[in-house]
């Protein structure tokens, strides 16, 4: 594994790692999860 | 004219829904198993180390930006707007859509295509369970070379033998005679073989005779009285030799009695792995009813229940797995055969291959595999939500889940274990032979050799069925929504109707499978099919229903923004993104395939029957739309 290799794993695993977590946050906080859906 | 229960607005004589989705958390897990499948632990691993490691993750990005996402959220809104009008299936979301007569009838397509891929499908989905239950009695493990793992996988699928005959290439061979030498194109391995030559002598006699042997769990057994001529003796296959990779070849060394010009060899090879396809067929059978059974029970009570306890269970498989994966270590013999050049393989970046457009294509492909986009199944999804609910933030949240399992999980199994067990030459030649090479010859293999290796194959297959079915009960719902929204029927007759359409139409691929049925309802259904729905789809929402009209559905009861640099986007880049991947599919291998250029004469019949299968498919959904319209002019509805 190169340090380009390296560079590439860390940005692209950052992306996605943090933006799944990002977007799951919102998601529970805007929704409510179980409790009040559809009518959140 | 008839209202919806909960808008109030009109239902175009469809019967809206009562089905609902009981939680958010429980609908994102659906839409991302409907989302993540098999691609993502075997095609993408396999697409990005052919495609320049960590460079293809730039087109990759910028496709998952450009193509995926705008596509999640204009299908996520455009199946919410048909189901505000009673519509859960493409067929009245298109009439809804468009004010054309023909409408409907492209919208078939959103019903028909995902229920052709569920076909096939189902029965790769079985495998896994097949494989999973092989792992645990360790069938699997007691095979030991990557062509004798292909030989169980052929067998397992029905292919029971292989002939071959051809003349020989004639050698001289210093001092001992001519050498007769004829290849065999599969490689040695388990089975049972029998040699059939023929030649005439120097006082012309004809001769004839036969050879025969198993090979059998390592051992080469000589049957006990092959009638093998004095005049010729067996040089290769040698007794002992037999187990290797490379493709068989023959030798025969003759006497000088023999004239070499008139030698005739003929090779058949027959499995001794699997005796024809009854087990496949019992585990088709019982993936087929684990799925009908979901089906039947319905979205809340069956799909999500099913996404809430699968989807939890393949991130756990995943996790263990990547993390056992990455704590092997290094092989022995040849320690850079280790997991950090194994993830080098996917990551060390090519820059070379970004001037390539075939790199650009095959990112953009697999985002559009991956996101199981253009299918009609986000729309049915989504069309059980109200206005109340969002599905901008839902949308993006789905792509990456899946993106997740894919980048993180996918990326961090298959590659790196097939590197530290095979090599780098050896991981090319696997990940060019393409997913299933990878997923079913080549982890069997390395599960075999690692200890409780029976327990994370199992897991490892295990992970691959969850993937399977969540997608496949979500590829079939469109059409069992269409039958009753649209045709009035009960939700058991529309379930026992798709139930007697897959088994039937599943039966004729599996026994069809070796004369490429499967391939080429993959082509014409999973492929080209969905491309240019996807494009049509995206054309009746942004152009026809208009790009203000779109942009307003999506933020209703939006719980995110989307930038308004998307709109573009979607209007014009998007589309193109998928004309381009219409073009170049259907230029690349379309052409071929629709004449049968390269197919055998053999295949011929059950190829044609496939495509019969796949017109007659389209009648009759048609005509069942044709039906549905009538009605509702009848009863007073707007068709």
């Not at chain 1, 380009?4 to 794993?9: E, M, S, T």
């Not at chain 2, 096939?120 to 494989?131: D, G, K, R």
């Not at chain 2, 009035?488 to 599943?506: C, E, R, V």
């Not at chain 2, 026994?511 to 491309?531: H, K, Q, R």
Request: with cysteine; aromatic share 14%.
């Amino acid at each position: 594994m190169t340090t380009a290799g390296w560079i590439f794993l860390g940005i692209s695993w950052t992306v996605v790692i943090g933006m799944t977590a990002i977007l799951f946050k919102w998601t529970l906080e805007s929704g409510d999860g179980d409790k009040n859906f559809p009518t959140a | 004219m008839a209202e919806h229960p909960e808008t109030g607005t009109p239902v175009d004589g469809a019967i809206p829904s009562n089905e609902k989705w009981g939680s958010r958390v429980g609908l994102i897990l659906a839409m991302a198993g409907n989302a993540v499948g098999l691609g993502n632990f075997l095609r993408f691993p396999c697409k990005a180390a052919a495609g320049g490691g960590g460079a293809f993750m730039i087109p990759y990005f910028v496709a998952l930006l450009l193509l995926g996402i705008p596509i999640m959220w204009i299908e996520w809104a455009m199946g919410r707007c048909g189901g505000r009008h009673g519509h859960h299936s493409m067929p009245g979301t298109f009439a809804r859509l468009w004010r054309n007569p023909f409408a409907k009838y492209l919208g078939v397509f959103g019903v028909l295509l995902p229920l052709l891929i569920v076909v096939y499908y189902n029965y790769i989905e079985s495998w896994t369970l097949a494989y999973s239950y092989y792992s645990v009695t360790g069938r699997t493990a007691a095979i030991e070379t990557r062509a004798e793992m292909t030989a169980f996988h052929n067998g397992y699928t029905g292919k029971r033998g292989e002939s071959h005959a051809g003349v020989p290439a004639i050698l001289a061979e210093p001092g001992a005679g001519p050498v007769a030498r004829v290849g065999f194109g599969k490689t040695w391995g388990e089975g049972i073989y029998e040699i059939d030559f023929s030649y005439r002598t120097l006082d012309d006699k004809e001769m004839k005779g036969r050879s025969a042997f198993v090979v059998s769990r390592g051992k080469e057994l000589r049957a006990p009285a092959p009638a093998v001529p004095p005049e010729v003796r067996y040089l290769e296959p040698a007794p002992g030799e037999v187990r290797r990779e490379a493709p068989g070849t023959i030798e025969i060394a003759l006497t000088p009695y023999v004239r070499p010009e008139t030698l005739r060899v003929a090779v058949r090879w027959a499995n001794t792995h699997h005796d024809g396809i009854a087990v496949a067929y019992g585990f088709f059978l019982l993936c087929f009813a684990i799925n009908m059974y979901v089906i039947y029970r319905g979205v809340e009570s069956g799909i999500e229940l099913l996404a809430k306890i699968a989807m939890p269970m393949l991130f756990l498989f995943a996790v263990v797995i990547a993390v056992r994966v990455m704590t092997l270590p290094a092989n022995a013999a040849n320690p850079a055969w280790n997991v950090w050049n194994g993830l080098g393989f996917i990551w060390n970046p090519d820059f070379t291959k970004l001037a390539d457009a075939s790199i650009w294509l095959a990112a953009a492909g697999q985002i559009f595999f991956t996101l199981s986009i253009c299918t009609g199944a986000i729309q049915t999804y989504a069309s059980f939500l109200t206005d109340r609910d969002d599905v901008t933030l839902n949308g993006l949240t789905t792509a990456f889940t899946n993106e997740f399992v894919e980048v993180i999980l996918g990326g961090t199994i298959a590659i790196p274990a097939a590197v530290l067990f095979f090599g780098m030459l050896d991981t090319v030649e696997i990940a060019r032979g393409g997913a299933f090479n990878l997923g079913f010859n080549a982890m069997p293999l390395i599960f075999g050799h690692i200890p409780a290796g029976w327990l994370f194959g199992a897991m490892w297959f295990g992970l691959l069925f969850f993937a399977g079915i969540t997608s496949s009960v979500a590829l079939a719902y469109p059409a069992v929504c269409f039958l009753k929204n649209e045709l009035k029927w009960s939700h058991k007759a529309a379930t026992a109707f798709i139930g007697a359409y897959l088994f039937a139409a599943s039966s004729f691929v599996i026994l069809t499978f070796e004369n490429g049925t499967l391939d080429e309802i993959d082509f014409w259904a999973g492929t080209f099919g969905l491309a240019l729905f996807g494009l049509v789809e995206i054309v009746l929402f942004l152009w026809v229903f208009g790009p203000e009209n779109a942009w307003r559905e999506m933020h209703i009861g939006a719980n995110l923004r989307i930038p308004r640099f998307f709109k573009p986007i979607m209007v014009y880049v998007t589309p193109l993104f998928l004309a381009a991947l219409i073009a170049v599919w259907g230029y690349q291998d379309g052409i071929d395939i629709l004449l049968m250029r390269k197919v055998a004469p053999e295949n011929m019949p059950a190829l044609l029957g496939a495509r019969g299968f796949l017109v007659g498919s389209f009648l009759l959904f048609a005509l069942l739309v044709r039906i549905a319209w009538s009605r509702k002019e009848k009863e007073g509805g707007r068709a």
